[in-house]
């Protein structure tokens, strides 16, 4: 499975932008995908994941009730899917680089260690 990530920039404190994290190859619509940052100095955490099989979603603390992430599965398209991360009311310390993860489960994780594939990060930054 291969994972691009896009979509991050430059934002002011309260501003929004949407990621978009595009899953490819064999039965890549059958993943769990997550959402992940870094930020300079400190560990990779956990942001937000979808499951496979029902659409379930949780988020971290930090972003629950700002963050949103959704899932499009690609109209007469095999071994592809889109998931996408809207932020809202971004603050300084969401600034990091955001990753995208895929997971072969059907439900979503928090951990690290039950993503198998990861892609390229994108940067986001929050500054006035």
């Known amino acids: 499975v291969q994972l691009q990530a896009s979509g991050g920039g430059l934002v002011q404190p309260g501003g929004s932008l949407r990621l978009s994290c595009a899953a490819s190859?064999?039965?890549?619509?059958?993943?769990?995908i997550g959402w992940f940052r870094q930020a300079p100095g400190k560990e990779r955490e956990w942001v937000s994941s979808?499951?496979?099989?029902?659409?379930?979603?949780?988020?971290?603390?930090?972003v629950k009730g700002r963050f949103t992430i959704s899932r499009d599965y690609a109209k007469n398209t095999v071994n592809l899917q889109t998931v996408y991360l809207q932020m809202n009311s971004l603050k300084p310390e969401d600034t990091a680089v955001y990753y995208c993860?895929?997971?072969?489960?059907?439900?979503?994780?928090?951990?690290?260690?039950?993503?198998?594939?990861w892609g390229h990060g994108t940067l986001v930054t929050v500054s006035s």
């Open positions: 190859g064999w039965a890549a619509e059958h993943y769990a």
């Open positions: 993860a895929a997971a072969e489960d059907d439900y979503y994780s928090d951990s690290i260690s039950q993503y198998d594939y």
């Open positions: 979808i499951s496979n099989s029902d659409g379930s979603a949780g988020y971290a603390d930090s």
